[in-house]
């Protein structure tokens, strides 16, 4: 089974802490994942990665960067956090076609 | 824009009884659809995955079905019970690579 962890499943942090989440899959897939998931907004993607040292902005990158030094491991950072990235963070990974995601269990990140 | 829209939002259902989720997209060009689960506080679990080039897919008493012309897809669970209760949610991945969320559909299975 394909196993994705993530560092922390809670987090207070605050405001202008520099933050870091990690995410670690198990299963030597290229593709990772970093989505906030937010009431009433649903699933965003914030940065993927197809391959080590790879990264691509999504669809809200503002605010953060990520690193992807080795295969397994995928990291978001949050320069200097604020209150409106309070959300809960998912890491998802995938193999090339057909592509299935794979979810780790989120991190619920309040910054206060 | 690829839209994905799943409705209705929330459902009650007694247990026992058969029922059907509702997904809908506005881009018909799309690689794959995936369907998961997600229990309160915790992350997604993968339920299927149907290919473009499919037409529906299984698992226990589960049954995903694609209709890309119509840009709609259904899962159906059967026998409902009160351990189904969850947010399920679709995703489309376009031709693009880009992977687009409905918002969920929170089902409850009345005991």
């Known amino acids: 089974d394909v196993k994705v962890t993530q560092s922390s499943r809670y987090l207070v942090k605050r405001t202008g802490e520099k ?16 989505y906030r998931q937010d009431p009433g907004l649903g699933l965003r993607l914030i940065y993927f990665s197809y391959d080590v040292k790879m990264k691509e902005k999504g669809d809200i990158p503002e605010g953060y960067s990520v690193s992807r030094e080795k295969k397994e491991r995928f990291s978001l950072i949050l320069e200097s956090a ?3 990235q309070t959300s809960m963070y998912l890491c998802a990974s995938s193999l090339e076609p057909p592509y299935e995601q794979y979810f780790g269990p989120g991190t619920r990140l309040t910054v206060t | ?16 009884e058969n029922l059907v989720l509702n997904c809908s997209f506005t881009d018909s060009a799309i690689y794959n659809l995936q369907w998961f689960r997600q229990d309160p506080g915790k992350g997604l679990t ?7 080039s499919q037409r529906e897919q ?54």
């Open chain 2, 46 to 52: 993968s339920l299927l995955l149907i290919q473009s």
């Open chain 1, 19 to 34: 933050v870091f989440l990690e995410c670690v899959q198990d299963m030597d897939h290229e593709n990772m994942f970093w």
């Open chain 2, 1 to 16: 824009k690829q839209e994905v829209t799943q409705i209705p939002a929330a459902l009650s259902v007694p247990e026992g």
């Open chain 2, 58 to 111: 299984t698992s226990g008493r589960l049954n995903a079905s694609l209709d890309k012309s119509s840009g709609r897809s259904t899962l159906y669970i059967a026998a409902s019970q009160p351990g189904d209760s969850a947010t399920y949610l679709c995703a489309v991945r376009g031709r693009d690579d880009k992977i687009i969320f409905g918002k969920g559909t929170r089902l409850h299975i009345l005991p």
């Open chain 1, 82 to 84: 604020s209150t409106n």
